[in-house]
């Protein structure tokens, strides 16, 4: 049985401790993940795939109303997501599955649909975050939402139209709580203001808890080449680089994932969270606010190269590998 969001094949003694008939057809479909103990967990949904989800059900139910759509994740998947419109007004509430942390769990995202002489037009209302100033991929000013769910978001709304046969329509998306829980997140310490980010490489949330932790270091553990990554784009170019190895999304549980580890490991991935792991103080006296806009700086290589040699001085068995997001490796220990 292979997870069809990871692609990890869920070795058979795992599989034999399951209990949840039910809860292993979810596993089987993507929308939750099986552990080394044999505990089903659920993943969530993103907030992306919660904006998405409202702002098709508000143009369906221009024509009728709506208490659940279907939408297509990022990763593939098709999702049937609650969701009550009524004359073209929707809400949506994010559904956490079994991610104890989330501080979105439950928040409700509205979307105001009106018809359209021609196309589509998507507006980023209240409790939407914004970007303070310019990044290496956004502009001061612009609402923060990622290419993969304004992607999907899109074309949910391009389904709603196709589906209700309008001509076109023009979508408010708005968090009515999101200046209020973004203060919970990141999002300040990032240059985001004003309400929360809609993010979702997947339009899936992973159930990172203790139980999933025991999972990884029994995967960890198990490998005899073993890449660890903290992330979708890490895990995709990981697979890239090191198609003879295993590959295990270790999220930012890094420090648990590497002291399970037996032998070399390959520790690869986008820059940030691997090395705010190396070191803490990486952005210290440099003049950025997030190591993705120093990475994307001239003065990232003369930064990171001496970190990553000391880390490997003191870790030889440890090889760090980062790269971008198109798949470049932009830094390595020696």
Known sequence: MRDPVTGFLYPENWQEKVFDPAGLDLVVQGFAVLTASGTILRRGYTTGTTAAAACKAAILSLEQDVSQVTVRLPCGLV????????????????????????VTAGIEFVAEAVAAPDGLSLIPGPGIGRFARDTPRYKKGAPAISDAPLACILASMQEAIDDTGISGATVTL????????????????????????????????????DHLEESVQAR???????????????????????????????????????????????????????????????????????????????????????????????????????????????????
């Open 79 to 102: 999702a049937d997501v609650p969701a009550e419109a009524h004359a073209g007004h929707a809400s949506c509430r994010k559904y956490a599955g079994d991610y104890p942390s989330d």
């Open 174 to 209: 708005s968090i009515p709580e999101g200046a209020r829980i973004a203060n919970k997140t990141l999002n300040p310490r990032v240059g985001i203001e004003g309400g929360l980010s809609v993010l979702g490489s997947t339009g899936l949330v992973e159930p990172w808890d």
């Open 220 to 334: 960890v553990k198990d490998a005899k080449n073993v890449v660890l990554t903290t992330g979708r784009v890490g895990l995709r170019y990981s697979r890239l680089l090191f198609p003879d190895h295993e590959v295990v999304l270790a999220g930012g549980r890094l420090g648990e994932a590497l002291s399970a580890t037996n032998g070399d490991v390959i520790l690869c991935g986008l820059p940030a969270l691997i090395l705010k792991y190396i070191e803490p103080h990486i952005l210290d006296g440099t003049g950025y606010a997030t190591v993705e806009e120093l990475s994307a700086s001239p003065a990232f290589l003369p930064i990171a190269a001496p970190i990553l040699t000391a880390y490997k001085k003191e870790h030889p068995s440890v090889k760090v590998i980062l790269v971008n997001r198109e798949g470049t490796i932009i830094g390595e220990s020696p």
